[in-house]
């Protein structure tokens, strides 16, 4: 009865709120009561100050294995341990290690896009690059070498393919969804195919272990999957407050573990934080690296395969708004990619809801323990309080000094604090190195097929052009 009267008083305080223009909003999704906070300052409060309140994302009860036991699905002491063992495991030094392996992935995008080039037809360039993000999936976290759009029938991409058309959006999963105790029959109720697409999955990576571990340490594979091997067999992790990748605290961690060691060891300069998470059990089990390796496709494929057509998309639209056609100066302008990239995640980006696990106070809000938290991305992005006409693509957005101008917690692409997003070095790097690679070889030029005018236009920018730089043209 309680917890009934505070979500009453919430959503009753809440509508008092927005009657002065509070950024705080709610609803209910069935029986659960979803709590939406627009407020930068709240948000800091929420994702940093007061974390221990927020540590989990929205709880999934229909989570099967392997994804039941990935960074996004595990709670409290259990996603602090493997979190713990897995930051250094994604350092800008480790992340130089997947350069190889990625640049091999792009060896067979630049070649299937020649082969558009030579057809001279208009294609989806989004099936090409997401094509793409599958087979770097595949070879950094799986350790295998595909080829997705060449070869539709290989086994791993076919039950890969099972994984993506799977849709939060039948009936069946918005009644888990809106009534959440109702979630375990999924795990009970027979599935056929979700079955045979985990069990693959797992059997795959399960092989490659017992290979790896009867390998010499030399001819092993240096991939994720690798890196999360390496686990077992050192003592490198580092506490909460150094888990915030998208602020880089976890290199400052490193910093100052190798200081430590400078002095002759932890000892006495230990701080209590280090001590008590290695006290922990520090190897990971076979279920949590299979987990770990499965929630590339989850948080990995569809956000990475996006943003690289949405940078494309945008490219061109505002390449083309000021230069009639390419040449060797106006080109020129495409040097500025991390602004450029930054700000596509800013028009189109991703997101994930957390949960509040004790009743609360923020910033004079009340927040109900068991309450959904929704951190609104498309709603902090386009604020006209803080991006001054947000329709447009504009990448002057992220210079040093416009970045250091705004409030930190109004971009938000990558999340922010302790759960913040563990694969952003990993995604930008991918993202990067496609985007570099493809504009050095070729223009992209929409097609009389794609609709360009406006950046709300993106997703159903469908087909586009792809010219080889082959020549000079006259």
Sequence with gaps: MACCSSVVRLYFSISLLNKSKSKVCGYYLGRRPVVVVADPDMLRQIMVKDFSTFPNRMMIRAATKPMS???????????KRVRSILTPSISATKMKEMGPL???????LLTNLLGHVQSAESFDIHRCFGCFTMDVIASVAFGTQVDSQKDPDDPFVHHAQKFFSFSFFRPIMFV???????????RVIPNKRRDEMNNFFINCIQKIIRQRDEQPVEERRRDFLQLMLDTRSTKECVSLEHFDVVNHADELAHTHHSGEQG????????????????????????DEIVGQASVFFLAGYETSSNTLVFTCYLLVDDFFTRYDSPDYTNVQDLKYLDMDISEA??????GLPGDVDEDCMV??????????LEIPAGYLHYDPENWAEP?????DRFTAEAKASRHPFVYLPFGAGPRSCMGMRLAQLEIKMALVHVFRKFNIVASTDTKVGSTCDGPGARLQEVQHRGQHRH
């Design 102 to 108: 990625i640049n091999m992935t792009m060896d067979t």
């Design 263 to 286: 002095n002759g060891g932890a000892g006495s300069h230990e701080s209590p934080n280090r001590r008590s998470v290695q006290t922990q059990k520090r190897m990971m089990s076979e």
């Design 176 to 186: 888990f969804v809106a009534f959440p105790f109702l979630a375990p029959l999924a």
């Design 391 to 395: 329709e447009k693509f504009i990448t």
């Design 363 to 372: 910033n004079g809000q009340f927040l109900p323990k068991g309450a959904t």
């Design 345 to 350: 995640l800013r028009l189109y980006p991703p």
């Design 69 to 79: 036991d990935c960074l996004l699905m595990l709670r409290n002491k259990h996603w």
